[in-house]
């Protein structure tokens, strides 16, 4: 099956500072998301993006589909930001996600 | 639209029982995915269904089990329940392959 790689596995910031999260992925894909897990555990969807580039306020994010990577790039960062980043990638005719092992990223104020 | 909502939030069971978790999707989602999530093993999906089918089932024994009704509803069942089944279970829905996912605020499991 596909394999996801996230990295790095931890970072930490200072807030206002800029952050790129990466995903690898092993094979081509049908659907890629971005998602927030917040302190509950509820996955907050943050993109959309087998492909191409988006923005979205302080978030944008690029995947380059025949490159196998998506980035994730969170500027000016606040401490509400914090928290778990998972990539999830579904290939073939299923809706079957393969996350990632997560970023946790801690931004301090 | 309302979202993705899963009953009970939170369930505390002891071993050797069996467990039955709901989901909801979105009105209008036909495909409803199931994963559970524990800190060894991270995110992993357990089962997806699409109109009251079974489309894919991933790698957990047969003591996981689960079934979609007509109106896009899903239950997953637990029997006999140990230790290591203790995890958040999450659901999702979507319209269908290739789409959006989107997840349910998850149920908490301890199995004691």
């Known amino acids: 099956g596909i394999q996801v790689e996230q990295s790095p596995p931890d970072l930490i910031l200072q807030e206002g500072a800029n952050s790129t999260l990466r995903c690898n992925f092993s094979d081509s894909v049908n659907n890629l998301q971005w998602f927030h897990q917040n302190p509950w555990g509820q996955l907050i969807n943050l993109f959309y993006?087998?492909?191409g580039t988006k923005q979205n306020g302080r978030l944008s994010a690029t995947t380059v589909a025949t490159e196998r990577y998506s980035l994730l790039y969170i500027s000016s960062s606040q401490t509400t930001d914090s928290g778990v980043y998972f990539c999830?990638?579904?290939?073939?005719?299923?809706?079957?996600?393969?996350f990632g092992k997560g970023i946790t990223l801690s931004v301090r104020p | 639209k309302a979202g993705v909502t899963q009953t009970p939030r939170y369930l505390i069971k002891t071993r050797g029982q069996q467990v039955t978790l709901s989901c909801s999707p979105i009105?209008?989602?036909?495909?409803v995915s199931w994963y559970q999530q524990t800190p060894g093993q991270g995110l992993q999906f357990l089962f997806e269904y699409f109109s009251e089918t079974q489309r894919n089932k991933g790698n957990f024994p047969g003591r996981f089990s689960g079934r979609q009704f007509s109106n896009s509803r899903s239950e997953m069942n637990v029997s006999t329940l140990e230790l290591g089944d203790s995890a958040l279970y999450l659901c999702?829905?979507?319209?269908?392959?290739?789409?959006?996912?989107?997840f349910g605020p998850g149920t908490r499991l301890l199995v004691l």
């Open positions: 993006i087998p492909s």
């Open positions: 999702a829905s979507s319209l269908g392959a290739g789409e959006t996912q989107y």
């Open positions: 999830a990638v579904e290939g073939g005719a299923n809706s079957k996600l393969t």
């Open positions: 009105s209008g989602h036909r495909s």
